[in-house]
T-cell receptor, first 112, second 109 residues
Framework: EAGVTQSPTHLIKTRGQQATLRCSPISGHTSVYWYQQALGLGLQFLLWYDEGEERNRGNFPPRFSGRQFPNYSSELNVNALELEDSALYLC???????????FGPGTRLTVL | KNEVEQSPQNLTAQEGEFITINCSYSVGISALHWLQQHPGGGIVSLFMLSSGKKKHGRLIATINIQEKHSSLHITASHPRDSAVYICAVARGSARQLTFGSGTQLTVLP
């Protein structure tokens, strides 16, 4: 069974541009979580989607947004990129109503 | 004060040593996770605990709900165990994880 997949692996953008990151959950999982791991800051929760709806978001500005598609894959969009958005963005998925999360390999975003 | 505190931040051990990493949390939780992150970023979920103790191979995780404390033990450590170990908690219906700062473990041959 395929695990959580993320694309692209690496993404290089310049300040002010927009970035789109994609995540495909494990088959059957309806919940998708996005986390940011910036250098020196540890892992922080960004967004949680379940059944197509945003269930919760972390303490990030509105230029971080996303959506979940009917097939439960998800997209994270970061608008007006800033240098400090450079980070590893991790996606995780879980079965609805369960706590065990399975992580993808991450997308490393570099903002120049 | 962070909701999830880990200690130590860095740990160097000789191959074969018994290793303990500690995690304390200050909030009510529904589950606690131990995660392993290798260089390059990939994260693997090692354990999810809501009570008691779990064992998988050379890894043992325990949790004391009353004391709000969990430990991850590695027996007969090996250089391939070198990684960052992260404690994370889930809080009830808010299923997103809150993370500790991680413990960088280096096991020397």
């Amino acid at each position: 069974e395929a695990g959580v997949t993320q694309s692209p692996t690496h993404l290089i953008k310049t300040r002010g541009q927009q970035a789109t990151l994609r995540c495909s959950p494990i088959s059957g999982h309806t919940s998708v979580y996005w986390y940011q791991q910036a250098l020196g800051l540890g892992l922080q929760f960004l967004l949680w989607y379940d059944e197509g709806e945003e269930r919760n978001r972390g303490n990030f500005p509105p230029r971080f947004s996303g959506r979940q598609f009917p097939n439960y894959s998800s997209e994270l969009n970061v608008n007006a990129l800033e240098l400090e958005d450079s980070a590893l963005y991790l996606c995780a998925s879980s079965l609805q109503g369960t706590d065990t999360q399975y992580f993808g390999p991450g997308t490393r975003l570099t903002v120049l | 004060k962070n909701e999830v505190e880990q200690s130590p931040q860095n740990l160097t051990a000789q191959e074969g040593e018994f290793i303990t990493i500690n995690c304390s949390y200050s909030v009510g939780i529904s589950a606690l996770h131990w995660l392993q992150q290798h260089p390059g970023g990939g994260i693997v979920s090692l354990f999810m605990l809501s009570s008691g103790k779990k064992k998988h191979g050379r890894l043992i995780a325990t949790i004391n709900i009353q004391e709000k404390h969990s430990s991850l033990h590695i027996t007969a450590s090996h250089p391939r165990d070198s990684a960052v170990y992260i404690c994370a908690v889930a809080r009830g219906s808010a299923r997103q994880l809150t993370f500790g700062s991680g413990t960088q473990l280096t096991v020397l041959p």
